[in-house]
């Protein structure tokens, strides 16, 4: 029986066919059909969106949401659904929309003229309104940070770098790229909150999210809203639909030997767990903090004790190029009864004299009482270094005559006895996400690469509660000198 040759329609019609129904027709059947179309179909076929995606790319149609969290693999197509999203909200009648990336340098090179970007094959000219008003290809400002549309839509650029740029403005929704991967994730997930507030008839301000998972405390909130929650007696709804996906979802679209290299070299790895198949890895096997342990941690700024002392720690990257490693820098101190607390992250690939600089600036700032240092590769350089910025710092070299897993562990320790704090709204912006996913993923016995903030954060609490800095301070009173004699 031969097949019968399918009727294109446009994604507005109520049984439309996809691209994967014309890859399984025999290519000359594939060919007569798609000959039978005038140039203007072509154009129109050429960007809808309803037939060349495939159903998990696609908006969900439930109503019960306003979050929808891509939460796929590298390659899956989550950037080109994110773009054509922003592209139906403008169709639906969206003035105003947010798009949050990374880096200011994400905005160009992925979300406008990126492979899968709004002007790199999305939007046309041919565009309009599902009132029929014309939308045509946007303009885009590199300095406004906008694309505007004929319509009068306008989408507004915004980095994770600079969350209080979302202080002010005001949107219908937002598409947020690579949330997982924001360096100001939860300040800059709530400025956008706050900002997505205008009524519209679309209906709920919505947020796409596409990204590749990291175990964030962000992300984890993000995927338990996706069920119903019990809190506190009351009922709380899900608001967050979750489509999942790997890689090898889109490997038509993908080359061979791309998809063939990526299994040879990362089936079975952690890194292919969360890069290609989308796996919210908790903690690695073997690792020495657990998430449980983490999140029990917290602790607001406002409710940080006096501090009897502060240490501002590093681990130096000596070399500086593009190859080398991050260098490690953590604020912490312990109060008078011998707890921790981890003040700030600020780990940063650095030159020499550059992280020299920030530990110095950071003293100052937090008033702290001395720099540790470890000097197992820069030796006498490190200290140098320091005292050529300010030779009046004080300052503590020291050398790792253990491995990394044995420096951790008692650190650990003094987690599980909850001894240890993380101040989770440092008072200048930085945050300890990164340090923390760093803890929980960090396999001292297959890791790759330096775990840079941890071993800021090691040294610091070394120094300060395992070096006889941190015992509490005992005051006995005697109403008279009798309390003194031998019993």
Known sequence: MKNPTPKLTSSRQATPISAQTLRDLPPAKAKEVLSKLSIKQAKELRHDWQFWARPEQLEPQENDWNVWLINAGRGFGKTR????????????????IAIVTRTNGDHEKTVVYGESGLLSGVCWEGDKTYKGQEMGLPYYSSTKKTLTWANGATAYLFSAEEPDGLRGPQFHCAWCDELAAWKNQEMTWDMLKMAVRLKWSGGKNKYCVTTTPQPTKLIRNLIKMSKDRVVNGEIFRRSVIVTRGSTFDNSANLSEEYVKDLKNT???????????????????????????????????????????????????????????????????????NGKGYILGDYTAKLSPQGWAAKAIQLYHQFEADRIVAEVNQGGDMVKTTIHGEDDTIPFKAVRASRGKYARAEPISALYERKLVYHVRNPEDGSNLEE??????TWEPLGSIGSPDRLDAMVWALTDLMLNGYAKPELKLSYSNAKGLGNK
Do not use: F
């Open 81 to 96: 659904a994110g773009a054509e999203w922003v592209r139906e909200q403008v169709k639906r009648g969206a003035k105003r």
């Open 266 to 336: 990362y089936e079975g790895t952690r890194m292919g767990r969360q890069e290609l198949y989308a796996e919210v890895l908790e903690e690695a096997e073997g690792a020495l903090w657990n998430t449980d342990t983490i999140d029990e941690c917290q602790i607001d700024r406002e409710d940080l004790p006096h501090l009897n002392r502060i240490v501002v720690a590093i681990d130096p990257a000596i070399t500086s190029n593009i190859e080398s490693d991050m260098t490690g820098i953590v604020v912490a101190g312990v109060d008078v």
């Open 435 to 440: 340090l923390e996913t760093q803890m929980r």
